[in-house]
């Protein structure tokens, strides 16, 4: 059964980038599946933020594309978030999620990320 | 960017039928999903390709998809039931994905 877990620094500075990893368990990150971002801001509502795909073919929400890069590794199993020049707005728990055949069927429990000086 | 527009919110009493819309352009040339988040908790996914139900899922849940427009039913609800539910679909070319606004289900 795939799990999926985040992790990453739960503070960033205004202007700084903020950096993410999800970490994939029981199953490969090379299978037939996206992997994908999703955000929510307090007291808001789901962001879709961006996915990739084993290959490295990545799709971006265009209003963060110029500030977003995801990456995969798939020696260690695991697949990245950077945004850069974040700011208070940036300030989100982060999910990341498998995504078979369009569904997203499988996310982490989520992490917060504070946009804070 | 493309919209995906849900009501804020809806009530309904234990035992009645709640509908939840989702209206979007390229609905008709892309499927929607369904997702049930819980405080605290992350989204569960609840219908898949507009009308389908993942294992696991009551029969109550069903979606179905009209033009612009897809609507989660929820027959028969639950107190469990009361959440926070979002559609998601895909830009018109399928290059990118989008979330609805979000509906809040209240259950008097």
């Known amino acids: 059964q795939v799990q999926l877990q985040e992790s990453g620094p739960g503070l960033v500075k205004p202007s700084g980038t903020l950096s993410l990893t999800c970490a994939v368990s029981?199953?490969?990150?090379?299978?037939?599946?996206?992997w994908s971002w999703v955000r929510q801001p307090p007291g808001k509502g789901l962001e879709w933020i961006g996915e990739?795909?084993?290959?490295?073919?990545?799709n971006y929400n265009p209003s963060l594309k110029s500030r977003v890069t995801i990456s995969v590794d798939k020696s260690k199993n695991q697949f990245s978030l950077k945004l850069s020049s974040v700011t208070a707005a940036d300030t989100a728990v982060y999910y990341c999620?498998?995504?078979?055949?369009?569904?997203?069927?499988?996310w982490g429990k989520g992490t917060t990320v504070t946009v804070s000086s | 960017s493309y919209e995906l527009t849900q009501p804020p919110s809806v009530s309904v009493s234990p035992g009645q039928t709640a509908r939840i819309t989702c209206s979007g352009d390229?609905?008709?040339?892309?499927?929607a999903y369904w997702y049930q988040q819980k405080p605290g908790q992350a989204p569960v996914l609840v219908i898949y390709?507009?009308?389908e139900r993942p294992s696991g899922i009551p029969e109550r849940f069903s979606g179905s998809s009209s033009g612009t427009t897809v609507t989660l039913t929820i027959s028969g609800v639950q107190a469990e039931d009361e959440a926070d539910y979002y559609c998601?679909?895909?830009?018109?070319?399928?290059?990118?994905?989008?979330f609805g606004t979000g509906t809040k289900v209240t259950v008097l």
């Open positions: 999620a498998r995504v078979r055949d369009g569904v997203m069927d499988v």
């Open positions: 029981g199953g490969s990150i090379s299978s037939s599946n996206w």
């Open positions: 990739i795909y084993h290959s490295g073919s990545t």
């Open positions: 390229a609905l008709p040339k892309q499927y």
């Open positions: 390709k507009d009308s």
């Open positions: 998601q679909s895909a830009d018109s070319s399928g290059t990118y994905g989008v």
